[in-house]
């Protein structure tokens, strides 16, 4: 059967003539909104009969379904595991009176299907190209060749596929499955996807391991996709013709039947790629306006009730945490280094773990009231500032607004917000041995208290509730274990008090861009551009001024002398050395008693001019390899200053068994430069 003897009565309804203007007026009005005001201002517009003239239905809940889809994409990840593992609770309107149990449970199966679309979008969209080499709107293949390519190639990868939210955000094996089956998919024009589609939600067998609803939500991506790659021309053609050119060929009865099915299908897929493609530069373009009569639910809440023009008080914690958690990984940065595999402290996997799983469920919990205070203030701030939610439409607006906010009015109350959580993190240690005692005295009790007792007596609830609490701290014990023998070289996981208590700290008094304005006014004086400065009392009284004039306490000291090792090497130690003699204001018992890592960079330094050291007694550039002896030896005096006489004499044993591997005219060589001198005493 031709392509023109297929049914051609489309209904346009999704996609009509006032489309892209109605969806533009809601990217604008939803843009500042959290995600529990754009279910609001969903819930309204779907009855709000003014719209509803412009629009049906089926068109709004597309345009809805994409901008809920993009504000879970722009969530923290450690948001957006948070709000997975409460159930979506922080991010659904409060109960009221115009807003019912009933309503809320539809509300969150919607942000359950946003979120598992969400996820395949992204993996979508950044691991597969947009633009695809077939051509969209190519023939469709013959019936028998689409169900043999689908049988051989897609089913099996389909059946494999575990939809659920949970499974689609932590599954390793989901990640691959998803992006093999797009790039095959990829691969085809719409015609073949579409019948794949068709073939896929009729397979009985498919259908007991994966839910229709789910396969839709993936045929719905991909299309969408496809479709976006259309030029401009293609796209309205596609939709003048009726879709026609889109159809799969179907050899069976009920055809005609099945291709109004698609056609409808088609439309949504079309309206959901416009929608996709409308962005920042067109909402630039048009320089448009939300007229109150337009869209009278803008402002709405998610209680129905109207909403102050500003409404700072409701987006700030749609603001404030990913402000916060991109805050602490900052803070978290200036600890991790690659160059010491030994401490899980110091590696990026452990400050992983600490945002994406420490922080969101062991910290955040407890700081709600702290957050209410600040959302109070910040709506008082706006109004004094005469801020205007429409005008801070983009996210840096946004976060300098914030940050403006916290640097001032809310300084005191973000300043307990920090200290709070870093209380919360220095107890990790004795809260992780409590929950461990709780949870045996639990697992005691339930033993030995028999189901007769617990029918007529009832269980210990207070205790179980702690014994549930005290999982989480074992939950992230475990996901701390397991990132560390993830790494390459597994090191030893030490969550003692010690390293707690400092990471406390760096949560509590660290800020990265005053860090950052430290380093390099150190790194001008010892590098400046005329010269190196000479390690000696003026350098030291130099850097004790900057330091003195700043208010710096001996910790940020000790980052910053970290950091300038790690990235100026080779970096003589004779400037730490000389700095810490010189000065008893900054002594190295303070300096390093607030930071101890501060050594192991120290170590690791000495490490390196070791193994550089060797290197050039392999060449015949005599005068850099004596120039680096000297440098080594300072550092090694430096080291047994400082205490580090263990690690300074692993690394010159080492280095003193070189020559013994070399040829005899090499080890000659190292002989005449008096190596054997820097063996340990």
Known sequence: MGANSRVENCDFQILGPDFDSVALKLIMAAGPCSIAQTLGLRRETLQDDHILNYLSANSLRVIFNVLLTRKILQMNPAVNEMARHDRFEQLLPPLSENYAENQRERDREILENSFVQARVTDLCRVLSPLAQDENPIADSMPSGAVRKIYTDKIRPILAQLDLSLEATLQDSGFESAIIGVNNLMMVFPVAVIMHMRRLALEDDELSASIHPNQLRILFNIWLTQKIRGLEEEAFHQAREENFNSLLPIYDREGADEIWAADRDTLNYAFAQARMTNLGIDEIEKHKLSVPEAYLSSASATGDGKAQSPDGFGGVFTSWFTPYVMDLLNSKLQLMVTENDKKNFLLSDAFAKVFLDRFFPKLVLPHMDRNIEAMATSFELHAKTAKLKLGKLSDETSREQSLKKFLESDGAEEFHEFLSKSAMIVREFPQQLGKAKKVISEHKESSEKQGAFSKLFKGEDKNLKSRAKDGKKYLAVEQAFHDAASRLEEPPVVRLDET????????????????????????????????????????????????????????????????????????????????????????????????????????????????SRLAELADQDDESAFDEEVQLYKVSRRVALVMEMRGPADKIAKDLSSKPLDLPADRRRYWEEKKLPELRPA
Do not use: H
């Open 499 to 610: 390293d707690f208590a400092l990471l406390g700290d760096f949560v509590e008094k660290i800020d990265p861009a005053r860090i950052d304005m430290l380093y390099k006014s150190v790194e001008y004086e010892i590098f400046k551009p005329s010269g190196d400065t000479k390690p000696g009392a003026a350098l030291t009284d130099t850097l004790c001024k900057i330091f003195r004039d700043e208010e710096t306490d001996p910790l940020e000291i000790g980052i910053i002398l970290t950091q300038m090792i790690y990235r100026r090497y080779p970096f003589n130690l004779e400037y730490i050395d000389t700095f810490f003699q010189n000065n008893a204001r900054f002594s190295k018992e303070k300096v390093i008693g607030a930071y101890p890592y501060l050594k192991n960079a120290m170590v690791w330094e000495l490490k390196s001019q070791a």
